[in-house]
């Protein structure tokens, strides 16, 4: 995650593994520190660049996904805390199964 003052919003970034022989659907990211965590996307429609909600994003077997600047990325909004450089964060992962994957976000420039 960027750094983030109390009330306002940043992005997390990290890359899903699916080392599993099972598709994975990620439907919901949790980050406590934050109000709300939305799952984004990035669409390029000719030469235009945009960014819109996402209600999942599936994982093939033995695939990752990329979430980072400019693609596919958590927007973390309304912090609740301070977050600076060298803190960290809980960040759960929601899958369409009922699983949920527990995750620590570094916070990092």
Known sequence: ???VAVGQTT???FTLVND???TLVLVKV???AVEMAMMHETVH???MLSMRQADRFVVAPHQQLRF???GNHIMAMQA???LAEGDTTAMWLCFADGA???ATAYVRT
Do not use: F, N
């Open 80 to 82: 609740l805390v301070a």
């Open 30 to 32: 949790d980050i406590p």
């Open 20 to 22: 599993s022989p099972d």
């Open 11 to 13: 992005a997390a970034y």
């Open 100 to 102: 949920k994957l527990h």
């Open 45 to 47: 429609d000719g030469a």
């Open 1 to 3: 995650m960027r750094p």
């Open 68 to 70: 980072r600047p400019g």
